[in-house]
């Protein structure tokens, strides 16, 4: 007997793969390019690249369904809105103190640091229940990019978990670290995915962003990014994910050697 969700899903999905194929007049040749394709993206996925799931995400497929589940599941419009979690999540990321910063001591050779370091950022604020009360012991979960553009997974010259980090909230909600402020940068373009975006005459970039997950006992966790206001492609991500809400100021910082901007933002989560 099949999966009840299943039995919903499955004749829908024929029923508009048919349809697309009529409505084309989709030829042998076509489909079969679509299946090498497709095949190709299978073929160069692996723990530190998964082009398929790239694939979904310049079409707009992860960005539709997380809105989609956003929907089910909210509970209340204060709640912080949802985000894709994107390509480059990994686990295990280090729990690290309050106030300690997510850039990892580098050979100061390496290209980007004088850039990172010239561009740093003091990132703080509250986790709130939507009624407004501080949740202690949250875990505000966070990774970006270098300004290489390079995830650390990606890139040999990073070391291991440098941009990541987990931070655990204090009584009053309060978490803070040091990152740096993100930088607009091209997905992956050197596959399928790349090619596709070419032929339809699309740029890979993103805008500049911070990944979150957010997550405290007896409520639903949530996967979020921030964007920097002041980036050129929050209008036109290549990944269709930003949202207004989410869209941040990051503002001068003095008096801090370690950070130039200062971001302020509070994450309200949503009851199970
Ligand atoms: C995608 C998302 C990201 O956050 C990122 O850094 C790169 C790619 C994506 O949706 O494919
Ligand atoms: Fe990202």
Redesign the pocket.
């Known amino acids: 007997e099949a999966h009840p969700r299943l039995a919903e899903i499955m004749p829908s999905l024929i029923r508009h793969l048919h349809g697309f194929a009529r409505e084309v007049n989709l030829t042998v040749a076509e489909w079969m390019t679509a299946v090498e394709f497709i095949n190709e993206c299978g073929k160069i996925s692996n723990d530190r690249r998964n082009e398929t ?2 694939l979904c ?2 079409v707009g497929l ?1 960005s539709l369904v997380d809105e989609i589940t956003s929907k089910m599941l909210a509970t209340s419009s204060l709640e912080t809105p949802s985000a ?1 979690l ?3 999540y990994r686990h295990d990321s280090p729990l690290l103190p309050n106030g300690s910063s997510i850039i990892q001591k580098l050979d100061p050779s390496d290209s980007w640091y004088e850039q990172a370091m010239a561009d740093s950022a003091y990132i703080t604020g509250r986790v709130l229940s939507s009624s407004g009360a501080p949740i202690q012991g949250a875990i505000v979960e966070v990774w970006q ?1 270098a300004p290489n553009g390079l ?1 650390e997974q990606q890139d040999e010259s990073q070391p291991e978990m440098n941009l990541r980090g987990r931070f655990a909230t204090d009584a009053d909600g309060h978490y803070a670290f040091y990152a740096l402020r993100p930088v607009p940068y091209p ?1 992956p373009d050197d596959g399928p995915a790349g090619r596709f975006l070419r032929l339809l005459d699309r740029h890979p970039y ?1 805008p500049g ?1 911070i ?1 979150f997950i957010v997550s405290a006992h007896g409520f639903r966790a949530l996967t979020t ?1 921030l964007y920097d206001d002041r980036d050129e492609y929050i209008a036109k991500d290549a ?1 269709f ?1 930003v949202k207004d809400e989410l869209v941040v100021k990051f503002v001068p910082r003095d008096g801090d050697r370690t950070a130039r901007w200062t971001l302020e933002y509070d994450f309200v989560l949503g009851r199970e």
């Open positions: 799931q790239l995400d310049i992860e894709i994107g390509p480059f990019s995830y997905i993103r962003h990944h990014q990944v994910a």
